[in-house]
């Protein structure tokens, strides 16, 4: 499993984890991003209608900035579920 990068950098300040070992994630992390952009947009394009769609998110108090920071969020995690599960099938 590979960890956002918010957690890389968290475990790394903590200790958990040794510079090399951070540094093998983000390079993960910098070849995901290389070989799937154009997923990621439409993966946050998908997100972003699935949570406006739904009355339990309470959109209406949301800044535009909002809605990208979850929808790219989401689509980031879908990101990882995919290498995950075996790559870009």
């Known amino acids: 499993m ?15 984890i040794d510079q090399a070992q951070a540094q093998a994630w983000i390079e993960r992390h910098i ?5 799937t ?4 947009d439409h993966f946050a ?9 739904y009355p339990e998110c ?3 108090t949301w800044a535009p900035s909002d809605f990208a920071i979850h929808a790219y ?7 990882i579920a995919k290498a995950q599960q075996g790559g870009s099938k």
Do not use: S, Y
Not at 45 to 53: M, Q, R, Y
């Open 45 to 53: 394009g998908e997100a972003l209608k699935t949570v406006t769609a």
């Open 31 to 35: 070849e995901m991003a290389g070989e």
């Open 37 to 40: 952009d154009g997923l990621r």
């Open 2 to 16: 590979i960890p956002g990068i918010e957690d890389i950098l968290r475990m790394l300040l903590a200790g958990q």
């Open 73 to 79: 969020a989401i689509a980031d995690a879908m990101l």
């Open 58 to 60: 309470d959109v209406a």
